[in-house]
């Protein structure tokens, strides 16, 4: 398989869905693109930057003459937008997405276009930045980062190979695993830290003193802090749509947290010496793992 | 008062001390510089770099002749100084310090030299890195970055000056607070924000599949944790030092966590939306405050 595709839609022209179709053009894996979304200023742009072909603000036109449908929506726009394509896919097409949560996807999928299950190859690809839109999307954005799939037992496997195909000609690396671990795992690694940066800012900016305090941040304060600066949308739909995972893992975050304010206010300098190293190790390894060619 | 100095001793010869070194020697504000420490490597390094002309590892030797000590020792280490420091101390002479708490290294004082409380006039400049070492300092750290100096009812006035002028000579801004103030203010803006990132890191690296999760860490993530590879003997001891602010505060942020996690678990998307769009514009605020001129 992993043949080149006519013609692709983009259901969500943003940094995720505009960068998929700089990188896709850039290597000739489509034809056309054709973007689709409800802002039109928006589209205009992506239209005026080369990023799309042509726009429409209907999923269904969209889809409707499309090889390859890219659901790059609010994961809170996806049940929408499946219901949409479950009239209008044409009967060839294959669909993938780059929500940040896949179970609620897969849901999403379940409930509005059984039928679509086999065409439907959930995906992530792991890169972001704080800004959104076309304008902050690029070609080279998925370059040497992380795809992970999680095909569906209903998948064809043609439409697996496919759909990976053309991350990897985007420059990304693709794995697979099942919805339930990538859940798991996007919880821990994504999901958690920005609950606490959010938080950390939000319980600062509630203090009585918070211009003051907000003075005497150091740098590490603005480095820690970036992914507060993130969609508050966005992630509002994050949390709903991975709650499952996301809740008790946060929950026992605090527990983890009240632990050390213990053991700080019982100044155990052993425990809290043990828990830096331990941290600091492991972020050394982890960004060596980074760094490593 | 703001006079310039004949000689520096810098009590601890690594980034900080080191750095203010450097600064106070590229305006000429000192015309000697003894350093003293424990690691011999390191102060060789610093004689080399011509960061400080000669050292010691004795603390009352370095101080003996000194018209300013400058003590960026670690917290666990400041008692020991202002032991040495007691007797050793000519008449005249001034002692400020770098510590990033200040109600710890004020007890220190009074219990081991309170004949000095007049002299010594704590401050902090908010400046770090993740690296340590004399190797890591630069004459430019201080360069428009806040440095707070928390005066005593002992102090002398013109002893105050005089830190102070020192500090605006490296291109600082200073301001003053009370000790107590400031041990609240450093807990919310850098210690609380390192024991989140210290604590995520070793809550993930516990994690069965650890290896795996720190390979799906986007960009993000690697901001997030930057300051977990900090010292650990250093933020041990910062922990002890300001325990009083910092235990409680880390306990009521462990609670705002607890809360977000019912709301997370609640599908409580109204709350959601509520805590990241304020904590997303108090931290753009903060960013348009770094940039403004």
Redesign the interface.
């Known amino acids: 398989m992993s043949a080149r595709l006519g013609r692709l839609a983009v259901i969500g022209v943003g940094l995720i869905g505009g960068s998929l179709a700089r990188a896709l053009r850039a290597t000739g894996w489509v034809d056309e693109i054709i973007g689709c979304g409800r802002g039109r200023a928006n589209l205009e742009q992506a239209v005026e930057l080369g990023v799309i072909d042509r726009y429409t603000h209907d999923i269904a036109e969209a889809a409707c003459t499309a090889d390859l449908v890219f659901l790059a929506v609010p994961l809170g726009a996806m049940r929408a937008a499946f219901e949409a394509l479950n009239e209008a896919l044409p009967a060839a097409a294959l669909i993938t997405d780059g929500g940040s949560a896949k179970g609620s996807v897969v849901a999403d999928c379940r409930a509005a276009a059984p039928g679509l299950l086999d065409r439907f190859v959930p995906g992530h690809p ?4 704080e800004r959104n839109g076309v304008g902050a999307s690029s070609a080279g954005l998925y370059e040497g ?2 795809v ?1 799939l999680t095909p569906l037992a209903e998948n064809d496997p043609n439409a697996v190979e496919q759909v990976r195909s053309m991350w990897q000609s985007c420059g990304a690396s693709v794995t697979e695993m099942s919805v339930e671990h990538h859940d798991e ?2 919880a ?3 999901h ?16 009585k ?2 211009d ?22 966005m ?2 739909d994050i ?2 749509a991975n ?1 499952d995972a ?3 893992m ?9 632990a ?3 053991s ?2 019982e ?1 155990d ?1 052993v425990e ?2 043990a ?13 060596e ?2 760094n490593r060619p």
């Open positions: 792991i890169a972001g930045k980062r992380r992970i795992v996007l821990a690694t994504s958690l830290p920005h609950m606490l940066a959010f938080g950390l800012v939000d319980t600062l900016a509630r203090m003193e918070n003051e305090i907000f003075l005497y941040a150091a740098g590490g304060f603005r480095d820690f802090t970036r992914i507060a600066s993130s969609n508050p949308v992630w509002r949390c709903l709650r996301l809740s008790p946060l929950a026992a975050f605090a527990e983890e947290m009240n050390l304010a213990h700080i206010g100044a300098g809290l010496l828990i830096f190293e331990r941290a600091k190790a492991a972020r050394d390894r982890y960004v793992g980074l």
